[in-house]
């Protein structure tokens, strides 16, 4: 899964769903935010099973996929982001991020 996108949506996304996501659930997949990309959209869910929140974000999706991603440490990632582009790209259990800072007058 690969996909690029604005760190400000993102980061406005991710926040959404981690307020479903319990940090100390009985499930260990439940600590986790789902993420599906395909075509020209992305969604994210975080549950918590009594409560889901789903956000659907449009974006270039260079390669389709899912994942479950640890909610605490997403966040902890998108939020220390600086401003500008972003490519996400999920490879086996590995999470790479490429960022071009934007410079801002």
Not at 60 to 73: D, F, H, S, T, Y
Not at 75 to 86: A, H, I, N, T, Y
Not at 98 to 105: A, C, H, S
């Amino acid at each position: 899964m690969k996909f690029k996108t604005t760190t400000r949506e993102l980061k406005k996304h991710i926040s959404a769903v981690s307020r479903a996501v319990d940090m100390k659930p009985t499930t260990p997949a439940l600590q986790g935010i789902y993420m599906k990309a395909l075509g020209e959209f992305c969604e994210f869910v975080g549950s918590d099973l009594d409560l889901v929140i789903k956000s659907r974000l449009k974006m270039e999706v260079l390669v389709g996929g899912e994942c479950l991603i640890n909610a605490r440490v997403l966040s902890d990632v998108v939020r220390k982001l600086p401003r500008g582009e972003v490519v996400f790209q999920i490879l086996g259990s590995e999470l790479r991020v490429e960022q071009n800072k934007q410079i801002l007058p």
